[in-house]
């Protein structure tokens, strides 16, 4: 659906046994070690998304100044301003939510709670970006030659790899709930 510059592929191993002089870590390190490097993936991850965001946000604004309805550039209808306004607060948003989790993770502060706020809003702020540039773009955003037809294809994986926005959700409540 999306993505499709990562070549991804399923891995299976049969019958395989690891000597445990081979055994990276003590019993209980593999869930600690897998924890701690999910909430570094979702800085990436929140990266991508804060990318697509942009990236649609961009397009959506161009277009809008090229493309006339009414006698007049689109741009200058209300509607397309607002979903513009917007487009450019949740851009800058998951911006400072990305910084501030990297910050966090490059000064050796526990950013398991900016990584997973990062992630489940930049993701979910891709998703709105983009499905709003196909919509400034009507039935032109629809087709491949605009390109955020593949944006919008791109941005649900944000949502869904390292962490759905459920989980991100259930990492956040617990850490605030404390």
Avoid at 7 to 16: E, N, Y
Avoid at 73 to 81: F, K, L, N, S
Avoid at 146 to 171: C, N, P, W
């Amino acid at each position: 659906m999306g993505i499709r510059g990562s070549d991804t592929h399923s891995i299976s191993f049969t019958d395989v046994k690891v000597p445990k002089a081979n055994r990276i870590g003590e019993d209980g390190f593999g869930f600690t070690f897998a924890m701690k490097t999910l909430a570094g993936g979702r800085i990436g991850i929140a990266a991508q998304a804060l990318g697509i965001a942009a990236g649609s946000y961009e397009l959506a604004l161009k277009y809008s100044k090229e493309r006339k309805a009414f006698g007049k550039e689109i741009m200058h209808h209300q509607a397309i301003q607002f979903k513009l306004a917007d487009m450019a607060t949740k851009v800058e948003a998951a911006r400072l939510l990305c910084l501030k989790a990297a910050w966090e993770k490059d000064n050796g502060i526990d950013y398991t709670l900016s990584s997973s706020m990062a992630k489940v809003y930049a993701s979910e702020a891709a998703m709105w970006c983009s499905t709003e540039a196909v919509q400034v773009h009507g039935g032109y955003g629809y087709v491949k030659e605009f390109h955020v037809e593949r944006l919008m294809r791109d941005a649900k994986i944000t949502q869904i790899y390292e962490g759905t926005s459920e989980v991100q959700r259930i990492v956040i409540s617990r850490s605030i709930l404390k």
